[in-house]
């Protein structure tokens, strides 16, 4: 094999575009909208216009015409410590400590933002609802210093997932209601760390040099859809259920490599494209409330994503003559999710008053052996918490998220530099939503 071809498979199959994650068990966190954020559980009755969102049929509930804005920071606080691997004492300048792990390291930036604006209208008055919406369910970015141990593994990286979608719901009777939603996603990636210049046992340095920078960017369309229903079988009993499609994107862009300045010639280049098909899974959704009392309601729901056809991910590689095709093995398990929540309003004292809130439990679909520091995905329980305020036309919300994360300790990593880490971490999402009614 030659360098130049073992250089190019370890960095586009160390690179290429993974499953762009931010922190639950989907393609996108589903943390949209302040019903959700404060309660946990929003499916079995959305009563916001984020139900363009979680389950169209809801939209039943909405009356009039109205415009919905919600924004949501989601700040992460991750530290990790990473185990070395052959040689990586040589090339990073440092040794591990005692206990054979190099000192913790934490991202420079760790967030995501989570925006959604909606306008929705009743057409047929107690009949038919529509809307539209843009949110994006997966902004998220990291970065590591380049001086950092982590450098090999990523120095900047960001996925970012704009969604456009039309609604509409029908109430078929005073019981049951369908829904369904159509849209575009963009998916766009961008990812840049150095090469690890041990290749198969053989050394590179000579000739691409210690630091061989890599950049990769991807982006690709395609469409979406979800179906939906929603029932009040029960003056106090509210359901819903949703089915949202696969898709199966292309994502294309450059893969550029960047000789160090201690090669043997620096600043030489390897150029091309790459497109990498991205899975995005059939996922199946359902949620219950019951008003226990004129005041109080608690709901449940429960989310199902079907990442077991994710066992390998297929990259096409142009413009370099060596190299044509990668695959990178994933062997995704299923993804679920379970919160619950409750409801306190109209009490006699503040009848324009909500307050909310929730658990929640997310399990990964990712093995830990596949995890790596660019894209990771950890189980995690989490609790929630939300008010919601009515002044005239105007109904206001405020929620707060915390999770926590459950790294495991690996030990087994099949990534390219191994990415055997323990840490620790969490995550902060506050949300802000204004509704107006026209």
């Known amino acids: 094999m030659s360098y130049r071809l073992a250089l190019v498979l370890a960095a ?139 450098r090999y ?112 010639v620096p600043g030489d280049m390897l150029i091309g494209n790459q497109t990498t098909t991205q899975l995005l899974p059939w996922a199946f959704m359902a949620g219950t409330s019951v008003d226990v009392s004129p005041n109080v309601e608690i709901a449940g729901e429960f989310r199902y994503w079907l990442y077991r056809q994710y066992k390998k991910q297929l990259t096409d590689v142009s413009g370099i003559a060596i190299v044509d095709k990668l695959e990178t093995i994933k062997n995704y398990n299923d993804s679920w999710e379970i919160s619950g929540g409750v409801r306190v309003h109209d009490l006699a004292a503040a009848p324009k008053l909500d307050l909310m809130a929730g658990v929640q439990y997310d399990k990964t679909p990712a093995p830990k052996q596949t995890v790596t520091l660019d894209q990771p995905s950890f189980s995690h329980p989490g609790v929630h918490a939300g008010v919601r305020y009515t002044v005239g036309n105007f109904r206001l919300g405020l929620s707060y998220i915390h999770y926590w994360y459950l790294i495991p300790t690996i030990t087994d990593s099949t990534t390219s530099p191994p990415s055997n880490i323990r840490g620790h971490g969490s995550n902060n999402i506050i949300t802000l939503s204004v509704e107006a009614q026209l």
């Open 12 to 150: 586009a199959a160390a690179v290429a575009p993974g499953t762009p994650r931010a922190s639950a068990g989907g393609f996108g966190i589903p943390e949209i909208g302040v019903r959700r954020t404060g309660m946990a559980s929003v499916i079995g009755r959305p009563d916001d216009a984020s139900a363009i969102y979680h389950n169209p049929a809801g939209l039943v509930l909405q009356h009039g015409w109205g415009v919905y804005l919600s924004m949501g920071v989601s700040l992460l606080d991750t530290e990790f410590e990473l185990q070395p691997w052959d040689q990586s004492d040589r090339f990073l300048g440092v040794t591990a400590n005692g206990d054979g792990y190099y000192d913790p390291v934490k991202p420079s930036r760790a967030m995501g933002v989570i925006p959604m604006i909606a306008v929705t209208g009743e057409i047929l008055p107690g009949k038919l609802v529509m809307g539209a919406a843009v949110y994006v369910g997966n902004a998220q970015g990291a970065a590591f210093e380049e001086s950092e141990v982590t």
């Open 153 to 264: 593994h990523l120095i900047d990286g960001y996925v970012i997932a704009p969604q456009a979608v039309l609604a509409a719901a029908y109430r078929i009777n005073d019981q049951i209601s369908i829904g369904a939603t159509a849209g575009l996603i963009n998916l766009r990636v961008h990812g840049k760390r150095y090469v690890f210049p041990i290749i198969n046992g053989t050394d590179l340095s000579n000739y691409a040099g210690t630091k061989p920078e890599l950049i990769l960017d991807g982006e690709g369309w395609a469409p979406t859809w979800m179906v939906a229903a929603f029932g009040k079988p029960h003056p106090r009993v509210t359901w819903g259920a949703t089915i949202t499609g696969r898709v199966d994107a292309e994502l294309k862009g450059p893969v550029q490599i960047t000789f160090s300045e201690d090669a043997s």
